[in-house]
């Protein structure tokens, strides 16, 4: 049976990006939600699932200092090849980020998750995601969260998901956390389906 970071190394190696069903050639709903952030530009924006997307591109010609992580070697090769001479303004990471991150990075001032968290579906691997956020998101720093809705599709890239509404993940964040701002939105995949998301802004008010 592959494991998870195989899985995801198979369906990387095997399309190319504009193929991959969470493929996004329009990152300005997660640019809008930045806009409510003052000074965003000279924060630390980390990824937990930074895959291939141009929002890594859209985010770097701003220049926040960025920590990417992804479960997929071979998602990061790709990436890393991508950006090029923008390596040196980056840190890296390929870790389940279920898992406790061991890895000495910068504090966190913006953690920004387009489609990782609900592929995360036992329980003890979701509660290790927010023991993540909360061990390295700074009090004072902000959660973009852009996740399939109750309403959208039960399964993505051969996986069953667990899908959110704004109430369970201001539930999951608990009283640490504020909500800004949220709004639903469909996202149309390479194939043309739509896939309903929500996207929310949180901004930590406390330890």
Not at 47 to 63: F, R
Request: aromatic share 10%; proline share 2%.
């Amino acid at each position: 049976m592959k494991s998870i970071s195989d899985h995801w190394d198979t369906l990387f190696s095997e399309k190319e990006d504009c193929e991959l069903g969470w493929y996004e050639s329009d990152v300005s709903r997660t640019m809008e939600l930045l806009e409510h952030i003052d000074g965003w530009k000279n924060k630390t924006i980390f990824l937990p699932g930074a895959g291939t997307s141009i929002l890594v591109e859209e985010l770097l010609s701003h220049g926040p200092q960025l920590i990417l992580n992804d479960i997929s070697n071979e998602a990061l090769h790709r990436l890393k090849q991508k950006l090029a001479d923008d390596n040196h303004r980056t840190f890296w990471l390929c870790q389940d980020i279920a898992q406790t991150i061991q890895q000495k990075i910068p504090d966190i001032d913006i953690w920004i998750d387009r489609a990782v968290l609900h592929f995360l579906t036992d329980e003890k691997d979701i509660q290790g995601y927010f023991n993540n956020i909360r061990s390295r998101l700074k009090i004072g720093g902000y959660g973009i969260f852009a996740e399939f809705s109750t309403t959208g599709a039960e399964k993505c890239a051969g996986l069953t998901l667990h899908r959110y509404s704004v109430e369970e993940l201001s539930h999951r964040l608990g009283d640490d956390f504020q909500l800004v701002c949220n709004f639903d939105h469909i996202f149309i995949n390479p194939r043309g389906d739509e896939r309903p998301y929500i996207y929310t802004l949180f901004k930590r008010i406390k330890a």
